[in-house]
């Protein structure tokens, strides 16, 4: 257990209105990402951060932002939500570790299931 | 750039069967292969990994060599049950200096009937 929690599990809103999603971590992990999980596309990465106030685009990362202001939380922000973004949304975390290969597997939130109607 | 290609599901199988599912990788250096699992509801967990060429990865009576000649890490269980019903990814990680970035495969779905 990665110690990793998602909130809120379970969200639905209207076209246009804003949504934030939170992941939450225990260990000082460095590494955190978010991904999105459709059917057909397997997992694709939205954003991802390095570190407190470092964060990065991943390959679908139009309509979303992210913040990290503390080690243990990371933000996904959808400014205006569209039908679009209906999806399951997972927080991944990579431990730490200088060992080539031995640190970079990820360990993953629950998910938060996401419906904009 | 480097990518993960894994087998199409659905595979449907019965009790105690043999299963493999097929992931091949297109890498630049020595990435590290990882197998993950996700039941129905959940999140992904690490099923077993290898980080260097030859290596065996094992956990839950599944099992993937890393095979650098054939750029391939096949995931293979000698004898499925129904609780192993789930979706299966494949994926390596980027060359160093990526951020620990991880090549995931689309998945492929398994279905274990009794």
């Known amino acids: 257990d990665a110690g990793i929690t998602q909130s809120p599990r379970h969200k639905v809103t209207e076209t246009g209105t804003p949504v934030t999603l939170r992941c939450h971590q225990t260990e000082n992990h460095r590494y955190m990402y978010w991904y999105r999980q459709d059917p057909g596309h397997g997992l694709r990465l939205i954003h991802y951060s390095y570190g407190v106030k470092d964060t990065d685009k991943g390959e679908v990362s139009d309509g979303y932002s992210v913040s990290r202001s503390k080690t243990e939380d990371f933000l996904l922000t959808l400014e205006s939500a569209t039908s679009s973004q209906t999806s399951v949304y997972f927080c991944a975390i990579t431990p730490g570790g200088s060992k080539r290969g031995s640190y970079n597997e990820q360990f993953f939130g629950p998910g938060t299931r996401l419906t904009v109607l | 750039g480097d990518s993960v290609t894994q087998m199409e599901g659905p595979v449907t199988l019965s009790e105690e069967a043999f299963l493999t599912i097929n992931c091949t990788y297109t890498?630049?250096?020595?990435?590290?292969l990882f197998w993950y699992v996700q039941y129905p509801g959940e999140g992904l967990q690490l099923l077993l990994k290898?980080?260097?060429a030859d290596d065996k990865g094992s956990n839950k009576g599944f099992e993937a060599t890393y095979r650098k000649e054939t750029t391939s890490f096949h995931l293979e269980k000698g004898s499925v049950q129904v609780s192993d019903s789930a979706v299966y990814f494949c994926?390596?990680?980027?060359?160093?200096?990526?951020?620990?970035?991880?090549?995931w495969g689309l998945g492929t779905s398994l279905a274990v009937n009794p």
């Open positions: 890498a630049t250096g020595y990435p590290s």
């Open positions: 290898a980080t260097k």
């Open positions: 994926a390596l990680s980027g060359h160093a200096g990526n951020n620990r970035k991880l090549i």
